[in-house]
């Protein structure tokens, strides 16, 4: 048995889900594979595949803080200590990035901006920060990437005890300290008793880098370079990971 763990956005989702895609996948599940969505996104990642007709065995969401099964049951969730929520929000609030900070608590969202401390029609009151016992997932978006190499760096240096910043383009995940798609990949693996090196894991983004690294890391064409040069290989898109993965496996046996 093959565990085949993809990022959505930019590597199956791109511009949609290909019928080329859903084939394949198709076959490696008939196979007795495994195939999951490995995602920055949050739990309501689960509901847009199953109205997208996007067939999967797992969802691994918010940069593996949390695993979703097929039923919709959350499997397993890493939390963290709410004490740095309002550092980062006053952190990636200053005049150089000028963002907000979205956090996750559960299933529950806030959007918090150190420069509207009482709330806006689009941001809560910091207040509420102390109504929070435990997040999973803080994300920030800025506008270059640049600033968000250098904010991703500056969060780590300052907070690296409670969280781990994962650049994801523009964008900034932040899961709990130790959190990344790797770990989440592995404690799937282990769970279902699929040794790692049966593991293969697709990706296109920086906060891919995790279980490109630790696995049989595929890049799709689109790719960051930085990830093409991580991976084992780059491949046109995930049909033709299967297809390689199917043919190992065949040789295999």
């Not at 978006?141 to 250098?150: H, P």
């Not at 798609?181 to 296109?204: I, L, S, T």
């Not at 630790?214 to 890049?219: L, V």
């Amino acid at each position: 048995m093959h565990i085949l763990a993809t990022d959505y956005d930019g590597t199956l989702n791109r511009g949609g889900v290909s019928q080329a895609d859903r084939d394949a996948i198709d076959r490696f599940r008939k196979a007795g594979n495994l195939f999951g969505i490995v995602t920055g996104r949050a739990s309501d990642m689960y509901a847009s595949l199953v109205r997208d007709h996007v067939p999967f065995d797992f969802v691994i969401v918010m940069n593996g803080a949390m695993s979703i099964d097929t039923d919709g049951n959350t499997v397993f969730e890493e939390t963290c200590d709410p004490s740095c929520i309002r550092g980062i929000t006053e952190l990636i609030g200053n005049e150089e990035f000028s963002s907000y900070l979205s956090c996750v608590n559960h299933k529950t969202r806030y959007t918090f901006h150190a420069a509207h401390p009482d709330g806006s029609d689009k941001y809560d009151p910091l207040s509420k920060i102390d109504e929070i016992p435990i997040f999973t997932q803080l994300n920030t978006w800025v506008k270059t990437d640049e600033l968000a190499s250098k904010a991703t760096a500056a969060i780590n240096a300052n907070f690296g005890e409670y969280v781990n910043a994962l650049q994801n383009g523009t964008c900034i995940d932040i899961p709990p300290c130790g959190i990344d798609k790797g770990v989440g990949v592995a404690r799937y693996a282990d769970q279902m008793g699929v040794p790692h090196e049966n593991v293969w894991c697709a990706g296109d983004n920086m906060n891919d880098m995790a279980m490109i690294t630790r696995f049989h890391g595929c890049a799709v064409s689109n790719a960051r370079e930085e990830v093409k040069a991580a991976a084992e290989a780059t491949y046109d898109g995930i049909n033709t990971i299967i297809d390689h993965i199917l043919t190992v496996s065949e040789s295999a046996e």
